[in-house]
């Protein structure tokens, strides 16, 4: 854990080698302990409490960039109760003093909302919250952190790190019919365990990188940290520009990649075109299985969840409603859609897919976390299952421990809706 | 120095087994301690007496970056984690707050339930007053060394802002 690695290194460097580099003002390495800089940092409702009190503890008045600091309401939102709402009321009390950026309820998930406005290829950002490893779609170095790093982060723009060694994951060929970036990164977690790559830095390379979009990579930075990843991170490239040019920000593009002649600690390769929709099974991510293995032979569902950080965009709405337009949800099942942010929302709304849903018998709820974290808008009862797109299945997660959680893509979450237990996307699509 | 009575946990203790989100209403580590464990081992919060010891397996501490999760060990009175591995994020938020862990493979598994276990952090020694074993295991670097002396990453900014 606290291994220093010192001595002789070759001139190349990897992506987070660079990013550092650049942050702490000299060449640094995997296993150096460093000094950086820091240009993005958040918090979201869970853990912005905590970070406010930190920050206050420091006695400092200013934040060391209100521009480049961002708040989150998005966990309880709108709130179930007293106590989260009146977190609410400590969160937009604190940004509004400070002037920093207020994403309140409606606006989405922190992680969905940061890449759209914010987070740029070679940016070092720090989020409260595990999954804020998504930004590594857009080529920056974006890691979780707790409260009490982040009040460091919000008060001076700099926090400690440890150079993450990098494993490299090449990609090749094509995803098959049916087969999704999140059953990817599904079977990487399944492949790597839970703690298979604590403290490392997950890097995707490949020639099947040009085919995919900012939020195909989303969905599979998102998830690096289930495997215990410190950050997942992709090359900036073609993709990423016409990501940003969507949002308006094409400015902000630069090209990042590794240098030919960098050190990694591990290669893997995975060849899409062989992989199967899979299934994580409860109570942990790491027990992933084929959709059509024996493991997943008639099991019932009670709840279905289409939403999350993993796949509550525009993308994975469309697959799940091509699907299910113009059919019923199984009697017996509910069904509840989540887009991940406003705008999300909004093209969702214009392109007619929430009236799919409707239709479909789903319900739509506010942009947010939704039932992922088990604070709001869909806990299950005791002894359900429940089929979602997010990105942990803990036992508890949801809610409820008496529940059981089940992980995959979108199009295995809509298919299954369909037939009120867990189907292979691929008999229909 | 520490000396403390064993509990001793599994592998891959995640943050929602040690506080579930839920309970993430407070910052205050009292009311905190109260759920600790809460489903994964009810009573847990009752057991657990104060200067006592967590011996865990590999990856402890994963899942969400709730600091939440090393403050209710911390208010049940845990001193110290000992465990094969820790999750990246649950390290940093135990190291900035002034939690106690160390990483000691041999002495995670050698170690059972009930056990009393002594520590001395400046010399990495680890002893169990049970079996009589002894383990070794690497200090802090010197880089976190002064955070963790200082009190947690707060007070050793607010040492630093003062020095500057």
Same mark, same amino acid.
């Given at each position: 854990?606290?291994?220093?690695?010192?001595?002789?290194?070759?001139?190349?460097?990897?992506?987070?080698?660079?990013?550092?580099?650049?942050?702490?003002?000299?060449?640094?390495?995997?296993?150096?302990?460093?000094?950086?800089?820091?240009?993005?940092?958040?918090?979201?409702?869970?853990?912005?409490?905590?970070?406010?009190?930190?920050?206050?503890? *420091?006695?400092?008045?200013?934040?060391?960039?209100?521009?480049?600091?961002?708040?989150?309401?998005?966990?309880?939102? @709108?709130?179930?109760?007293?106590?989260?709402? /009146?977190?609410?009321?400590?969160?937009?009390?604190?940004?509004?003093?400070?002037?920093?950026?207020?994403?309140?309820?409606?606006?989405?998930?922190?992680?969905?909302?940061?890449?759209?406005?914010?987070?740029?290829?070679?940016?070092?950002?720090?989020?409260?919250?595990?999954?804020?490893?998504?930004?590594?779609?857009?080529?920056?170095?974006?890691?979780?952190?707790?409260?009490?790093?982040?009040? +460091?982060?919000?008060?001076?723009?700099?926090?400690?790190?440890?150079?993450?060694?990098?494993?490299?994951?090449?990609?090749?060929?094509?995803?098959?019919?049916?087969?999704?970036?999140?059953?990817?990164?599904?079977?990487?977690?399944?492949?790597?365990?839970?703690?298979?790559?604590?403290?490392?830095?997950?890097?995707?390379?490949?020639?099947?990188?040009?085919?995919?979009?900012?939020?195909?990579?989303?969905?599979?930075?998102?998830?690096?940290?289930?495997?215990?990843?410190?950050?997942?991170?992709?090359?900036?490239?073609?993709?990423?520009?016409?990501?940003?040019?969507?949002?308006?920000?094409?400015?902000?593009?630069?090209?990042?990649?590794?240098?030919?002649?960098?050190?990694?600690?591990?290669?893997?390769?995975?060849?899409?075109?062989?992989?199967?929709?899979? &299934?994580?099974?409860?109570?942990?991510?790491?027990?992933?299985?084929?959709?059509?293995?024996?493991?997943?032979?008639?099991?019932?569902? =009670?709840?279905?969840?289409?939403?999350?950080?993993? /796949?509550?965009?525009?993308?994975?709405?469309? &697959?799940?409603?091509?699907?299910?337009?113009?059919?019923?949800?199984?009697?017996?099942?509910?069904?509840?859609?989540?887009?991940?942010?406003? #705008?999300?929302?909004?093209? +969702? #709304?214009?392109?007619?897919?929430?009236?799919?849903?409707?239709?479909?018998?789903?319900?739509?709820?506010?942009?947010?976390?939704?039932?992922?974290?088990?604070? =709001?808008?869909? &806990?299950?009862?005791?002894?359900?299952?429940?089929?979602?797109?997010?990105?942990? %299945?803990?036992?508890?997660?949801?809610?409820?421990?008496?529940?059981?959680?089940? *992980?995959?893509?979108?199009?295995?979450?809509?298919?299954?809706?369909?037939?009120?237990?867990?189907?292979?996307?691929?008999?229909?699509? | 120095?520490?000396?403390?009575?064993? =509990?001793?946990?599994?592998?891959?203790? /995640?943050?929602?087994?040690?506080?579930?989100?839920?309970?993430?209403?407070?910052?205050?580590?009292?009311?905190?301690?109260?759920?600790?464990?809460?489903?994964?081992?009810?009573?847990? %919060?009752?057991?657990?007496?104060?200067?006592?010891?967590?011996?865990?397996?590999?990856?402890?501490?994963?899942?969400?970056?709730?600091? =939440?999760?090393?403050?209710?060990?911390?208010? #049940?009175?845990?001193?110290?984690?000992?465990?094969?591995?820790?999750?990246?994020?649950?390290?940093?938020?135990?190291?900035?707050?002034?939690? @106690?862990?160390?990483?000691?493979?041999?002495?995670?598994?050698?170690?059972?339930?009930? /056990?009393?276990?002594?520590?001395?952090?400046?010399?990495?020694?680890?002893?169990?007053?049970?079996?009589?074993?002894?383990?070794?295991?690497?200090?802090?670097?010197?880089?976190?060394?002064?955070?963790?002396?200082?009190?947690?990453?707060?007070?050793? +900014?607010?040492?630093?802002?003062?020095?500057?």
């Amino acid at each position: 854990m606290f291994r220093e690695r010192k001595g002789k290194f070759g001139l190349g460097k990897t992506i987070v080698e660079k990013i550092l580099s650049e942050h702490s003002g000299r060449d640094v390495h995997a296993g150096e302990f460093i000094v950086a800089d820091i240009d993005l940092v958040f918090a979201q409702d869970g853990t912005a409490p905590l970070a406010i009190d930190a920050f206050n503890q *420091l006695g400092k008045r200013k934040l060391f960039s209100p521009e480049h600091s961002a708040f989150f309401i998005d966990h309880a939102s @709108p709130p179930a109760r007293r106590e989260l709402a /009146n977190d609410h009321v400590k969160i937009r009390k604190f940004a509004n003093e400070h002037l920093a950026a207020l994403f309140d309820i409606g606006e989405g998930v922190c992680h969905q909302v940061m890449t759209e406005k914010f987070t740029c290829p070679g940016n070092v950002l720090i989020g409260a919250d595990s999954h804020t490893v998504t930004g590594g779609a857009v080529g920056a170095f974006a890691v979780g952190m707790g409260s009490t790093d982040v009040a +460091a982060g919000l008060a001076y723009g700099r926090n400690w790190f440890r150079v993450p060694e990098t494993f490299k994951i090449r990609l090749s060929g094509a995803f098959e019919k049916g087969v999704f970036p999140k059953d990817l990164i599904l079977h990487v977690i399944g492949m790597l365990g839970a703690d298979g790559a604590n403290y490392k830095c997950l890097e995707f390379a490949g020639e099947s990188l040009k085919g995919m979009s900012v939020s195909d990579r989303m969905t599979v930075a998102n998830m690096t940290v289930e495997a215990g990843a410190k950050c997942g991170i992709f090359p900036s490239d073609e993709q990423t520009l016409s990501f940003l040019k969507e949002h308006g920000r094409e400015d902000k593009f630069r090209k990042l990649e590794s240098d030919r002649d960098a050190e990694y600690e591990k290669e893997i390769e995975v060849d899409l075109s062989v992989l199967k929709p899979v &299934v994580s099974l409860p109570h942990r991510v790491d027990k992933v299985f084929p959709v059509d293995g024996d493991e997943l032979e008639n099991i019932r569902i =009670h709840q279905v969840f289409i939403g999350s950080c993993t /796949n509550g965009r525009i993308e994975d709405l469309r &697959v799940a409603a091509s699907i299910v337009r113009g059919k019923k949800k199984s009697r017996g099942v509910r069904v509840i859609v989540i887009p991940a942010s406003r #705008l999300t929302f909004e093209q +969702a #709304l214009d392109e007619g897919i929430l009236k799919i849903f409707n239709d479909f018998g789903a319900s739509i709820n506010n942009p947010g976390c939704g039932p992922c974290c088990g604070v =709001h808008q869909g &806990v299950p009862g005791d002894g359900e299952n429940v089929l979602s797109t997010s990105n942990r %299945n803990f036992k508890g997660r949801m809610g409820n421990p008496e529940a059981f959680v089940y *992980l995959c893509s979108p199009a295995t979450a809509a298919v299954s809706a369909m037939t009120g237990k867990i189907t292979d996307p691929r008999k229909i699509l | 120095m520490i000396t403390g009575k064993v =509990h001793k946990f599994g592998d891959n203790i /995640n943050t929602d087994d040690i506080i579930p989100a839920t309970y993430l209403v407070t910052t205050d580590e009292k009311e905190l301690s109260k759920h600790c464990f809460e489903t994964h081992s009810p009573g847990f %919060n009752k057991k657990a007496e104060k200067g006592d010891v967590i011996a865990a397996g590999e990856n402890f501490g994963c899942g969400s970056s709730r600091e =939440h999760a090393p403050r209710a060990l911390k208010g #049940l009175g845990i001193s110290c984690v000992i465990a094969k591995s820790f999750a990246r994020i649950f390290c940093r938020n135990a190291i900035n707050i002034g939690l @106690p862990i160390i990483e000691c493979p041999d002495a995670a598994d050698g170690m059972d339930e009930g /056990n009393t276990v002594e520590i001395k952090f400046e010399e990495g020694m680890l002893y169990n007053k049970r079996t009589g074993d002894r383990y070794r295991f690497t200090p802090y670097p010197e880089f976190l060394h002064r955070i963790i002396s200082a009190g947690g990453l707060m007070k050793y +900014a607010r040492r630093k802002a003062k020095n500057v």
